[in-house]
Protein backbone atom coordinates (compact mmCIF):
# COMPACT_ATOMS: atom_id res chain seq x y z
CA UNK A 1 0.00 0.00 0.00
CA UNK A 2 1.33 3.96 -0.61
CA UNK A 3 2.40 5.23 2.55
CA UNK A 4 0.06 8.04 1.88
CA UNK A 5 -3.14 5.45 1.73
CA UNK A 6 -1.87 4.13 5.07
CA UNK A 7 -1.46 7.43 6.95
CA UNK A 8 -5.05 8.01 5.56
CA UNK A 9 -6.33 4.75 7.03
CA UNK A 10 -5.11 5.89 10.10
CA UNK A 11 -6.04 9.43 10.22
CA UNK A 12 -10.08 7.99 9.52
CA UNK A 13 -9.64 6.37 12.77
CA UNK A 14 -8.91 3.11 11.13
CA UNK A 15 -6.99 -0.34 12.30
CA UNK A 16 -3.90 -1.44 10.40
CA UNK A 17 -2.52 -4.33 9.63
CA UNK A 18 0.86 -5.93 10.70
CA UNK A 19 1.64 -5.49 7.50
CA UNK A 20 0.63 -2.03 7.14
CA UNK A 21 2.31 -1.20 9.94
CA UNK A 22 5.70 -2.71 8.91
CA UNK A 23 5.56 -0.77 5.13
CA UNK A 24 5.26 1.87 7.17
CA UNK A 25 8.39 1.34 9.81
CA UNK A 26 9.61 0.08 6.11
CA UNK A 27 9.63 3.64 5.00
CA UNK A 28 11.19 5.21 7.82
CA UNK A 29 14.27 2.68 7.76
CA UNK A 30 15.24 3.18 3.83
CA UNK A 31 13.93 6.77 3.63
CA UNK A 32 11.19 6.09 1.01
CA UNK A 33 8.68 7.49 3.65
CA UNK A 34 9.91 11.24 3.66
CA UNK A 35 9.66 13.20 6.91
CA UNK A 36 6.44 14.95 6.10
CA UNK A 37 5.15 11.61 5.88
CA UNK A 38 6.30 10.31 8.99
CA UNK A 39 5.42 13.39 10.46
CA UNK A 40 1.55 13.22 9.69
CA UNK A 41 1.63 9.58 10.30
CA UNK A 42 2.73 10.55 14.19
CA UNK A 43 -0.07 12.87 14.31
CA UNK A 44 -2.34 10.29 13.21
CA UNK A 45 -1.79 7.36 15.35
CA UNK A 46 -1.62 11.09 18.33
CA UNK A 47 -5.02 11.85 17.83
CA UNK A 48 -6.55 8.49 16.61
CA UNK A 49 -4.85 6.03 19.26
CA UNK A 50 -3.62 2.39 18.62
CA UNK A 51 -4.81 -1.18 19.05
CA UNK A 52 -3.22 -3.20 21.25
CA UNK A 53 -2.26 -5.52 18.50
CA UNK A 54 -1.02 -2.65 16.01
CA UNK A 55 1.28 -1.19 18.68
CA UNK A 56 2.71 -4.76 19.19
CA UNK A 57 2.79 -4.57 15.56
CA UNK A 58 4.83 -1.35 15.05
CA UNK A 59 7.40 -2.80 18.08
CA UNK A 60 8.49 -5.52 16.44
CA UNK A 61 8.81 -3.50 12.94
CA UNK A 62 11.15 -1.20 14.77
CA UNK A 63 12.86 -3.65 16.26
CA UNK A 64 13.07 -5.32 13.65
CA UNK A 65 14.96 -2.46 11.57
CA UNK A 66 18.17 -3.11 13.18
CA UNK A 67 19.80 -5.62 15.07
CA UNK A 68 18.63 -7.77 17.88
CA UNK A 69 21.08 -9.33 20.68
CA UNK A 70 20.76 -12.88 21.22
CA UNK A 71 22.06 -13.91 24.28
CA UNK A 72 21.27 -17.71 24.60
CA UNK A 73 24.26 -18.73 25.66
CA UNK A 74 24.30 -16.99 28.77
CA UNK A 75 23.51 -19.29 31.92
CA UNK A 76 20.65 -17.25 33.40
CA UNK A 77 17.58 -15.20 32.78
CA UNK A 78 18.41 -11.82 30.90
CA UNK A 79 16.39 -8.94 32.80
CA UNK A 80 16.69 -5.06 32.54
CA UNK A 81 14.78 -2.56 34.05
CA UNK A 82 13.83 0.89 32.08
CA UNK A 83 12.96 4.25 33.65
CA UNK A 84 10.99 6.78 32.12
CA UNK A 85 13.53 9.35 33.71
CA UNK A 86 13.56 11.35 36.49
CA UNK A 87 15.68 13.67 38.24
CA UNK A 88 18.29 12.33 41.02
CA UNK A 89 17.48 8.79 39.22
CA UNK A 90 20.58 6.85 39.24
CA UNK A 91 19.12 3.57 40.70
CA UNK A 92 20.04 1.77 37.89
CA UNK A 93 24.11 2.03 38.65
CA UNK A 94 22.71 -0.44 41.62
CA UNK A 95 20.46 -2.32 40.38
CA UNK A 96 21.88 -3.93 37.17
CA UNK A 97 25.39 -5.26 39.81
CA UNK A 98 22.62 -6.18 42.68
CA UNK A 99 20.81 -8.12 40.22
CA UNK A 100 23.66 -9.68 38.45
CA UNK A 101 24.88 -10.31 42.52
CA UNK A 102 21.73 -12.97 42.35
CA UNK A 103 22.05 -14.53 39.36
CA UNK A 104 20.72 -12.68 36.90
CA UNK A 105 22.64 -10.87 33.41
CA UNK A 106 22.07 -7.23 33.04
CA UNK A 107 22.57 -6.18 29.46
CA UNK A 108 21.92 -2.41 30.33
CA UNK A 109 21.33 -0.22 27.32
CA UNK A 110 20.67 3.43 28.64
CA UNK A 111 19.88 7.06 26.99
CA UNK A 112 21.38 10.52 27.56
CA UNK A 113 19.94 13.08 29.09
CA UNK A 114 17.79 15.19 27.71
CA UNK A 115 15.41 18.36 29.30
CA UNK A 116 15.24 18.34 32.77
CA UNK A 117 16.05 14.71 33.57
CA UNK A 118 19.66 12.85 34.00
CA UNK A 119 20.93 9.99 31.94
CA UNK A 120 22.26 6.99 32.93
CA UNK A 121 25.09 6.78 30.57
CA UNK A 122 26.23 10.78 31.05
CA UNK A 123 26.73 9.23 34.38
CA UNK A 124 28.95 6.32 33.86
CA UNK A 125 31.27 8.29 31.09
CA UNK A 126 32.41 10.62 34.22
CA UNK A 127 34.37 8.02 35.45
CA UNK A 128 37.42 8.13 33.75
CA UNK A 129 38.34 5.40 31.18
CA UNK A 130 35.04 3.90 30.96
CA UNK A 131 33.92 2.95 27.95
CA UNK A 132 30.44 3.66 27.43
CA UNK A 133 29.95 2.58 23.73
CA UNK A 134 32.16 -1.05 23.33
CA UNK A 135 31.16 -2.78 20.68
CA UNK A 136 29.16 -6.18 20.90
CA UNK A 137 32.00 -8.31 21.59
CA UNK A 138 33.38 -6.35 24.28
CA UNK A 139 29.58 -5.73 25.65
CA UNK A 140 28.90 -9.54 25.63
CA UNK A 141 31.78 -10.56 27.05
CA UNK A 142 31.25 -7.71 30.21
CA UNK A 143 27.39 -9.47 30.52
CA UNK A 144 28.71 -12.83 30.09
CA UNK A 145 31.87 -12.43 32.48
CA UNK A 146 30.25 -10.00 35.55
CA UNK A 147 26.89 -10.46 34.98
CA UNK A 148 26.13 -6.81 33.72
CA UNK A 149 27.30 -3.94 31.46
CA UNK A 150 25.93 -0.07 31.62
CA UNK A 151 25.94 0.96 28.00
CA UNK A 152 24.78 3.54 25.42
CA UNK A 153 22.84 2.73 22.59
CA UNK A 154 24.46 2.21 19.08
CA UNK A 155 23.13 3.48 15.80
CA UNK A 156 22.31 -0.55 14.87
CA UNK A 157 19.57 -0.75 17.28
CA UNK A 158 15.99 0.06 16.90
CA UNK A 159 17.37 2.82 14.05
CA UNK A 160 13.54 3.35 12.85
CA UNK A 161 12.75 4.32 16.56
CA UNK A 162 16.13 6.65 16.41
CA UNK A 163 14.74 8.71 13.13
CA UNK A 164 10.93 8.29 14.33
CA UNK A 165 11.67 9.99 17.44
CA UNK A 166 13.56 12.63 16.18
CA UNK A 167 10.61 13.96 14.05
CA UNK A 168 8.08 13.32 16.84
CA UNK A 169 10.25 15.57 19.38
CA UNK A 170 9.93 18.29 16.55
CA UNK A 171 6.40 17.70 15.47
CA UNK A 172 4.73 17.80 19.26
CA UNK A 173 3.54 13.96 18.99
CA UNK A 174 6.22 12.35 21.60
CA UNK A 175 3.14 12.64 24.11
CA UNK A 176 1.07 9.47 22.25
CA UNK A 177 1.27 6.43 24.22
CA UNK A 178 1.11 3.87 21.92
CA UNK A 179 4.25 5.64 20.18
CA UNK A 180 6.10 5.75 23.63
CA UNK A 181 5.68 2.45 24.42
CA UNK A 182 6.75 1.44 21.15
CA UNK A 183 9.52 3.20 20.94
CA UNK A 184 10.90 2.18 24.38
CA UNK A 185 9.86 -1.67 23.92
CA UNK A 186 11.57 -1.46 20.28
CA UNK A 187 14.73 -0.83 21.57
CA UNK A 188 14.44 -2.73 24.90
CA UNK A 189 13.50 -5.80 22.79
CA UNK A 190 16.17 -5.23 20.70
CA UNK A 191 18.15 -6.15 23.36
CA UNK A 192 17.32 -9.36 23.60
CA UNK A 193 15.91 -9.23 26.84
CA UNK A 194 13.71 -12.02 28.65
CA UNK A 195 11.89 -9.94 30.93
CA UNK A 196 11.69 -6.46 31.76
CA UNK A 197 10.40 -4.22 34.49
CA UNK A 198 9.52 -0.58 34.23
CA UNK A 199 9.90 1.86 36.67
CA UNK A 200 7.10 4.57 35.10
CA UNK A 201 7.32 7.99 36.85
CA UNK A 202 4.66 10.42 38.14
CA UNK A 203 5.03 13.86 39.53
CA UNK A 204 6.29 17.18 39.29
CA UNK A 205 9.78 15.96 38.34
CA UNK A 206 8.77 13.29 35.35
CA UNK A 207 8.08 13.15 32.08
CA UNK A 208 4.46 12.19 32.19
CA UNK A 209 3.27 14.07 35.39
CA UNK A 210 -0.02 13.01 35.75
CA UNK A 211 -0.88 9.87 37.90
CA UNK A 212 -3.66 8.58 35.83
CA UNK A 213 -1.81 8.87 32.56
CA UNK A 214 1.29 7.53 33.96
CA UNK A 215 -0.92 4.78 35.06
CA UNK A 216 -2.05 4.44 31.42
CA UNK A 217 1.49 4.00 30.04
CA UNK A 218 2.50 1.42 32.31
CA UNK A 219 -0.78 -0.64 31.54
CA UNK A 220 0.27 0.01 27.54
CA UNK A 221 3.79 -1.06 28.08
CA UNK A 222 2.94 -4.19 30.30
CA UNK A 223 0.42 -5.27 27.82
CA UNK A 224 2.12 -4.62 24.54
CA UNK A 225 5.48 -6.25 26.03
CA UNK A 226 3.40 -9.54 27.22
CA UNK A 227 1.87 -9.84 23.54
CA UNK A 228 5.32 -9.21 22.29
CA UNK A 229 6.52 -12.26 24.23
CA UNK A 230 8.18 -10.08 26.51
CA UNK A 231 7.12 -10.59 30.62
CA UNK A 232 7.06 -7.36 31.63
CA UNK A 233 5.47 -5.49 35.49
CA UNK A 234 5.88 -2.18 35.72
CA UNK A 235 6.12 0.22 39.14
CA UNK A 236 4.34 3.31 39.52
CA UNK A 237 7.16 5.26 41.45
CA UNK A 238 6.57 9.29 42.76
CA UNK A 239 8.81 12.05 41.34
CA UNK A 240 7.51 15.21 43.30
CA UNK A 241 11.23 15.08 44.88
CA UNK A 242 14.30 13.90 43.54
CA UNK A 243 15.20 10.30 44.27
CA UNK A 244 18.81 10.25 45.26
CA UNK A 245 19.66 13.21 47.07
CA UNK A 246 22.13 14.16 44.14
CA UNK A 247 21.29 15.34 40.84
CA UNK A 248 24.20 15.83 38.41
CA UNK A 249 26.91 12.86 36.84
CA UNK A 250 29.80 12.58 39.02
CA UNK A 251 28.23 12.84 41.95
CA UNK A 252 25.40 10.44 41.35
CA UNK A 253 28.27 7.98 41.09
CA UNK A 254 29.41 8.64 44.53
CA UNK A 255 25.74 8.63 45.54
CA UNK A 256 25.63 5.29 43.76
CA UNK A 257 29.65 3.62 45.30
CA UNK A 258 28.28 5.20 48.64
CA UNK A 259 25.04 3.38 48.63
CA UNK A 260 26.57 0.20 47.43
CA UNK A 261 29.45 0.48 49.84
CA UNK A 262 27.01 0.97 52.68
CA UNK A 263 28.60 4.35 53.88
CA UNK A 264 24.94 5.76 53.09
CA UNK A 265 21.68 4.84 51.81
CA UNK A 266 18.65 7.14 51.41
CA UNK A 267 15.59 5.39 52.80
CA UNK A 268 13.22 6.39 49.59
CA UNK A 269 16.18 5.40 47.35
CA UNK A 270 16.74 1.99 49.21
CA UNK A 271 12.87 1.35 48.86
CA UNK A 272 12.97 1.90 45.18
CA UNK A 273 16.17 0.09 44.44
CA UNK A 274 14.81 -3.21 46.12
CA UNK A 275 11.41 -2.84 44.90
CA UNK A 276 12.31 -2.80 41.37
CA UNK A 277 15.08 -5.59 42.10
CA UNK A 278 12.71 -7.71 43.47
CA UNK A 279 10.36 -7.47 40.40
CA UNK A 280 13.25 -8.32 38.34
CA UNK A 281 14.29 -11.46 39.66
CA UNK A 282 10.38 -12.50 40.05
CA UNK A 283 10.27 -11.58 36.35
CA UNK A 284 12.89 -13.20 34.99
CA UNK A 285 12.19 -16.49 37.31
CA UNK A 286 14.58 -16.33 39.71
CA UNK A 287 12.17 -16.02 42.95
CA UNK A 288 8.43 -16.48 42.93
CA UNK A 289 7.84 -14.22 45.96
CA UNK A 290 7.86 -10.85 45.26
CA UNK A 291 8.74 -10.36 49.26
CA UNK A 292 11.87 -13.39 49.37
CA UNK A 293 12.70 -11.48 46.34
CA UNK A 294 13.49 -9.02 47.98
CA UNK A 295 15.21 -10.25 50.85
CA UNK A 296 17.76 -11.73 48.28
CA UNK A 297 18.43 -8.23 46.45
CA UNK A 298 19.16 -6.63 49.94
CA UNK A 299 21.30 -9.63 51.04
CA UNK A 300 23.53 -9.11 47.86
CA UNK A 301 23.41 -5.52 48.73
CA UNK A 302 24.78 -6.08 52.21
CA UNK A 303 27.11 -8.40 51.99
CA UNK A 304 28.84 -6.22 49.54
CA UNK A 305 28.47 -8.45 46.46
CA UNK A 306 26.75 -6.20 44.34
CA UNK A 307 29.86 -3.62 44.71
CA UNK A 308 32.01 -5.85 43.53
CA UNK A 309 30.24 -6.83 40.11
CA UNK A 310 29.61 -2.63 39.86
CA UNK A 311 33.93 -2.59 40.45
CA UNK A 312 34.84 -5.13 38.30
CA UNK A 313 31.85 -3.56 35.49
CA UNK A 314 33.90 -0.53 35.83
CA UNK A 315 37.22 -2.29 35.48
CA UNK A 316 35.85 -4.37 32.67
CA UNK A 317 34.43 -1.46 30.62
CA UNK A 318 38.11 0.72 31.14
CA UNK A 319 37.47 2.35 34.12
CA UNK A 320 39.72 1.96 36.94
CA UNK A 321 40.83 -1.03 38.75
CA UNK A 322 40.47 0.40 42.41
CA UNK A 323 37.52 2.71 41.65
CA UNK A 324 35.16 1.62 44.29
CA UNK A 325 37.62 2.27 47.43
CA UNK A 326 39.38 5.55 45.62
CA UNK A 327 35.68 6.92 43.59
CA UNK A 328 36.69 10.29 45.09
CA UNK A 329 40.47 10.47 43.53
CA UNK A 330 39.07 9.35 40.35
CA UNK A 331 36.06 11.34 39.51
CA UNK A 332 36.21 14.76 38.63
CA UNK A 333 35.47 17.76 41.17
CA UNK A 334 33.95 21.31 40.36
CA UNK A 335 36.23 24.36 40.97
CA UNK A 336 33.32 25.62 43.81
CA UNK A 337 31.33 23.90 46.13
CA UNK A 338 28.91 25.63 48.12
CA UNK A 339 26.03 25.31 50.95
CA UNK A 340 22.58 26.59 50.01
CA UNK A 341 20.70 28.38 52.92
CA UNK A 342 16.80 28.01 53.95
CA UNK A 343 15.27 31.42 53.97
CA UNK A 344 13.74 30.70 57.04
CA UNK A 345 12.74 27.98 59.41
CA UNK A 346 10.34 25.11 59.00
CA UNK A 347 9.37 21.69 57.03
CA UNK A 348 10.35 21.22 53.13
CA UNK A 349 6.62 21.22 51.93
CA UNK A 350 7.51 21.16 48.31
CA UNK A 351 9.82 20.38 45.69
CA UNK A 352 9.61 21.90 42.47
CA UNK A 353 11.23 18.79 40.97
CA UNK A 354 11.38 19.75 37.59
CA UNK A 355 13.04 22.86 38.09
CA UNK A 356 15.81 20.83 40.54
CA UNK A 357 16.67 18.89 37.24
CA UNK A 358 16.56 22.58 35.14
CA UNK A 359 18.97 23.59 37.49
CA UNK A 360 21.49 21.02 36.82
CA UNK A 361 21.57 21.86 32.95
CA UNK A 362 22.09 25.48 34.01
CA UNK A 363 25.31 24.35 35.33
CA UNK A 364 26.11 22.72 32.38
CA UNK A 365 25.30 19.12 34.17
CA UNK A 366 22.75 18.32 31.27
CA UNK A 367 21.92 19.38 27.59
CA UNK A 368 19.80 22.09 26.86
CA UNK A 369 20.03 20.23 22.80
CA UNK A 370 21.41 16.96 21.82
CA UNK A 371 24.24 17.88 20.55
CA UNK A 372 25.89 20.11 24.17
CA UNK A 373 28.22 18.25 26.25
CA UNK A 374 27.79 18.05 29.15
CA UNK A 375 30.33 19.00 32.49
CA UNK A 376 30.58 15.24 34.56
CA UNK A 377 31.51 17.66 37.78
CA UNK A 378 28.88 19.84 38.29
CA UNK A 379 25.32 19.23 40.28
CA UNK A 380 23.79 19.29 43.33
CA UNK A 381 24.89 17.55 46.63
CA UNK A 382 23.41 17.28 50.11
CA UNK A 383 18.96 17.82 48.58
CA UNK A 384 17.05 17.71 51.88
CA UNK A 385 14.01 15.53 51.18
CA UNK A 386 10.51 16.56 51.23
CA UNK A 387 9.97 16.49 55.00
CA UNK A 388 12.81 17.30 56.62
CA UNK A 389 12.93 19.92 59.14
CA UNK A 390 15.18 23.30 59.03
CA UNK A 391 16.33 26.34 60.43
CA UNK A 392 16.71 29.82 58.95
CA UNK A 393 20.34 29.27 57.34
CA UNK A 394 20.66 25.35 57.12
CA UNK A 395 21.78 23.98 53.97
CA UNK A 396 18.68 22.21 51.62
CA UNK A 397 20.81 21.49 49.26
CA UNK A 398 25.33 22.34 48.07
CA UNK A 399 25.79 23.61 44.02
CA UNK A 400 29.08 22.28 42.82
CA UNK A 401 30.07 24.62 39.98
CA UNK A 402 32.61 26.07 37.68
CA UNK A 403 31.64 29.55 38.39
CA UNK A 404 30.04 32.10 40.78
CA UNK A 405 27.75 32.94 37.99
CA UNK A 406 26.76 29.94 37.49
CA UNK A 407 26.49 29.17 41.36
CA UNK A 408 24.07 32.21 41.68
CA UNK A 409 22.05 30.99 39.39
CA UNK A 410 21.57 27.13 40.54
CA UNK A 411 21.56 28.32 44.27
CA UNK A 412 18.10 31.39 43.20
CA UNK A 413 16.87 28.38 41.01
CA UNK A 414 16.84 26.09 44.17
CA UNK A 415 15.88 28.49 46.26
CA UNK A 416 12.16 28.89 44.16
CA UNK A 417 11.82 25.30 43.72
CA UNK A 418 11.68 24.74 47.54
CA UNK A 419 8.72 25.59 49.55
CA UNK A 420 9.57 25.81 53.51
CA UNK A 421 6.07 25.30 55.37
CA UNK A 422 4.21 23.17 57.00
CA UNK A 423 4.51 19.23 57.13
CA UNK A 424 3.04 17.58 54.04
CA UNK A 425 1.43 14.14 54.25
CA UNK A 426 3.91 11.44 53.98
CA UNK A 427 3.27 9.88 50.47
CA UNK A 428 4.39 6.24 49.62
CA UNK A 429 7.03 6.25 46.98
CA UNK A 430 6.37 2.75 45.39
CA UNK A 431 2.31 3.38 44.42
CA UNK A 432 1.59 0.58 42.47
CA UNK A 433 2.70 -2.49 41.15
CA UNK A 434 1.27 -3.44 37.32
CA UNK A 435 2.06 -6.77 36.05
N1 LIG B 1 11.46 7.61 25.78
C1 LIG B 1 11.63 6.87 24.65
O1 LIG B 1 12.55 6.09 24.55
N2 LIG B 1 10.72 7.03 23.67
C2 LIG B 1 9.68 7.87 23.75
O2 LIG B 1 8.89 7.94 22.82
C3 LIG B 1 9.52 8.63 24.92
C4 LIG B 1 10.44 8.48 25.93
Redesign the pocket.
Known amino acids: MLIAEIIRKKRDGQVLTADEIAEMVQGISDDSASDAQIAAFAMAVLLNGMARDEVAALTLAMRDSGDVFDWSDLPGPVVDKHS??GVGDNVSLMLAPIVAACGGFVPMIS?RGLGHTGGTLDKMESIPGYVATPDNARFSKVVQQVGCAIIGQTAQLAPA?KRF?GI?DVTAT?ESIP??TA??LS?KLSAGLGSLVMDVKFGNGA?MPDFDRARELAISITGVAGAAGLPCHALLTDMNQPLADAAGNAVEVTTAVEFLMGTRREPRLLEVVIALCGEMLVTAGIENDRHRARELALSALEDGRAAERFGKMVAALGGPADFMENHTAHLPQAALQRAVPAPAAGCVSAIETRDVGLAVVELGGGRRVSSDAVNPAVGLTGLLPVGAEVEKGDPIAFVHADSEEAADQAQATLLSAYAIGEPPEPQPVVREIIE
Open positions: TGGDYRVLISIKF
